[in-house]
């Protein structure tokens, strides 16, 4: 056997004892037969019969599990390949049948949960293939076990594997964009439903009704937990995706107040039974909380105006709302100071379920927002009964839940609570500050999984669409702490990110010129403990204000602002004070009135600051963030450049030696190199033999 492996790959005849050995040596840790047995598999995976060989080792348990999950791994990958019917090289009819007609009864069958997810996966690929045309009879299949499952001489593993093939099922096809695949979902949702709801809600109530009162079948309990949530997960996917109007199903409608009410009872039992409960149950009931919170707020961002209609929605987002605003009250730790820094801080785990529910909070509250004043467009045809839905679903969130005092209430609340810096920021601030400052520049982008920027969203939106009932307040509020007798750096820190945000909005009521000779001047100069927060905030704040509205004749002021914090000689500029300032100092630059000219007594320095500054930082991203802005100054500086050329040019060499492989860092370079020569002209000509490397580099096409 051993020789048959050792023959060219192509010469080996497929058979199933073969194929074993070729899995064996595939999964082994000596290189050459690792080498060998893959080769191997990728000359069989467009034979005939390879994937049902694969399929019956699959299904062998004498077998070790790692040659089992081997072998539905090879599967599960070449149905991605060739199960297409168009696909080049693709699986014959035969054996696409022979490895279909084992799928399901070897799937409920299965004990091991790693192998039966993978069957699952398998199962799911190929339903998103063949159902209907080839696979008819497949969903009816799965409903008939999962209704067989309830029977007392059933297997105890037929429910459970029942359900997870049927998760993944809905989450293949729950993932597509075609019509035919849509229309599929909306044709199975229903009779989908009607089966797994009653399992769902009866699990549930079975291991809630042992919490509550007790009993002795405590691994039944456990059982039942597992099985709700699955259930439940398939229900959840089910009816986003499977009806267009859900508020018209009086199905939805009904089981829509159970979520509300599971939601509720789960909320107390998680609080009541916190120190009494075991870990893995309080972690079982945290998961069901986070799929009924999930199914709510997508409910309220995929069908926003069926939201609205379904029953005491508005209620409900006033709960979440309560949970955000509870959860906004130990947000933050204002005592906390640099000092502390190797102090362990218990402020409750990044993702806690308080922080994820009031997430979920900020979620809905935003999604009832976006349907009143910027709803999803569509060029779809309205009938006139979804005309009526739409716009009465718009009057009713404006006039029962956007209210005069509920949007006051999200501003302050957001503001006060959710802009404080957290105790765990600072403490991130202090033991990583580079790898802690580019975090929170990405964090915008990922608004959705994070409170923080997802509360600054919410604040845009409202500062947006309500700036006559808040710009006033938020100014008055300004005022009172604008000022560098003021001392609450916290406070200070939440409403300058506030200005900030709002500048859109605000610009006709502020006098920034003012404030910033009055106020951010005298403090981005003060020396006291925790300044450097306010020192990065002014940095943000100004490159957020600096196209609104600076006057010409201010500018001067920021400029020597932001020479200021890029030195190292400062105590107060630490690493994410500098970075952040470089950062941002783009924008300052990059502004349609900047006028180089005005900027000439102050480049020398900044540049200076900003070369040193690439030099000494680590990661990449964050070097090349630094390289744009030095890109855009070189750009905008035009011919006053020349003097400083030779510190610019003297470290793109080193810089394109250690970018490696990094072909985004080696681009900024050559963009660098670009903006130079074309600000330069002919005063670039002597740097044109240290270019000339660097250009037949970028120029091989090995690079």
């Known amino acids: 056997m051993n020789s048959a492996l050792e023959l060219p790959a192509e010469a080996n005849p497929l058979a199933e004892s ?61 149905i991605d390949k060739y199960w297409r019917k168009a696909a080049t090289n693709a699986v014959n009819k035969e054996d696409r049948e022979a490895v279909r007609v084992r799928l399901l009864p070897s799937g409920t069958r299965e004990a091991d949960r790693r192998l039966a997810l993978q069957n699952a996966l398998v199962i799911a690929k190929i339903t998103k293939f063949e159902f209907p045309n080839d696979w008819p009879d ?12 309830t029977l007392p001489d059933c297997p105890s593993l037929q429910l459970p594997r029942t359900l997870l093939i049927l998760l993944q099922i809905v989450k293949e096809l729950t993932s597509g964009r075609t019509p035919r695949i849509r229309a599929t979902v909306q044709s199975l949702t229903s009779e989908i439903f009607r089966v797994v709801a009653p399992i769902y809600i009866g699990k ?8 509550q009162h007790g009993g002795d079948d405590e691994g039944g309990a456990l059982q039942d937990i597992e099985h709700s949530l699955l259930a439940f997960k398939v229900i959840r996917r089910l009816l986003i995706a499977g009806f267009e109007f859900p508020n018209r199903e009086d199905d939805v409608q009904s089981f829509w107040t159970i979520t509300r009410d599971h939601f509720g009872s789960l909320l107390q039992v998680a609080a009541q039974g916190a120190s009494s409960l075991t870990q893995d149950v309080m972690v079982a009931i945290q998961k069901h909380l986070m799929q009924l919170a999930k199914y709510h707020v997508e409910m309220a961002q995929v069908h926003p105006f069926a939201f609205v209609h379904m029953r005491e929605s508005l209620s409900l987002v006033q709960a979440y709302w309560d949970l955000a605003a509870q959860y906004g009250k130990g947000f933050a730790s204002a005592t906390y100071s640099m000092r502390d820094a190797g102090i362990s801080v218990d402020e409750g785990a990044p993702e806690s379920i308080q922080e994820r529910l009031c997430l979920k909070g900020l979620l809905i509250t ?16 309205k009938q006139p009964q979804e005309k009526e839905e739409r716009a009465q679903a718009t009057e009713i969130v404006r006039r029962q839940l956007l209210t005069s005092d509920f949007v006051k209430e999200l501003m302050e609340t957001i503001v006060t609570r959710f802009f404080v810096m957290r105790a765990s920021d600072l403490r991130e601030w202090v033991e990583d500050p580079e790898e802690w400052e580019s975090k929170q ?17 919410l604040f845009l939106d409202l500062a947006i669409n309500f700036k006559d009932l808040l710009v006033p307040p938020l100014l ?33 009521a502020l006098d920034f010129d003012g404030f910033l000779a009055s106020t951010l001047v005298p403090e981005s100069q003060k020396h006291q403990p925790r300044y450097n927060i306010l020192r990065r905030r002014i940095a943000i704040l100004l490159a957020q204000w600096i196209s609104v509205k600076v006057s010409q004749s201010s500018r001067p002021a920021v400029y020597s602002i932001f020479r200021h914090f890029l030195s190292k000689q400062d105590i107060l500029n630490d690493a994410v004070v500098r970075i952040t300032a470089a950062r ?24 200076s600051s900003l070369m040193n500054l690439i030099e000494s930082v680590e990661l990449a991203e964050t070097k090349l963030a630094l390289l744009e802005t030095v890109s855009v100054l070189v750009e905008r500086m035009g011919s006053y450049i020349s003097p400083y050329a030779d510190e610019v040019v003297s470290l ?22 670009a903006r130079l020569v074309g600000s330069m002209k002919a005063e670039s000509r002597k740097y044109h033999l240290m270019a000339l490397p660097i250009i037949k580099g970028a120029l091989d096409p090995d690079s």
Not at 478 to 488: E, I, L, M, R
Not at 489 to 506: C, E, M, N, Q
């Open 18 to 78: 073969l194929l074993l050995h070729a899995l064996k040596s595939a999964a082994s840790n000596d290189v050459y037969q690792l080498q060998t047995g893959t080769k191997q598999l990728q000359q069989w995976e467009t034979r005939q019969g390879y994937y049902p060989h694969l399929q019956s080792i699959f299904l062998d348990k004498h077998l070790p599990l790692e040659i089992r999950y081997l072998a539905v791994i090879q599967l599960k990958n070449g």
């Open 138 to 149: 497949e969903v009816a299949t799965i409903i008939e076990l999962l209704r067989s499952s």
């Open 204 to 211: 549930l109530h079975s291991w809630l009704s042992f919490l």
């Open 366 to 381: 935003r999604a009832c927002l976006k349907l009143v004043f910027n709803p999803a467009p569509s060029i779809k045809y």
């Open 441 to 457: 520049e990405g964090e915008g982008d990922s608004f959705e999984f994070s409170v923080r920027p997802c509360a600054e969203k």
């Open 476 to 508: 008055d509020a300004f005022h009172t702490v604008s000022s560098p007798d003021h001392d609450n750096i916290d406070l200070k820190d939440s409403i300058y990110t506030a200005i900030g945000l709002a500048a859109p909005v605000s610009y006709h």
């Open 584 to 607: 941002q100092f783009k924008a300052i630059v990059d502004e349609w009135e900047f006028d180089a000219a005005q900027f000439l007594p102050y480049s020398s320095d900044v540049l």
């Open 652 to 673: 793109l060499p080193r810089l394109w030696e250690q970018s490696g492989e990094e072909n985004i860092m080696k681009q900024a370079i050559l963009t660098i190199f």
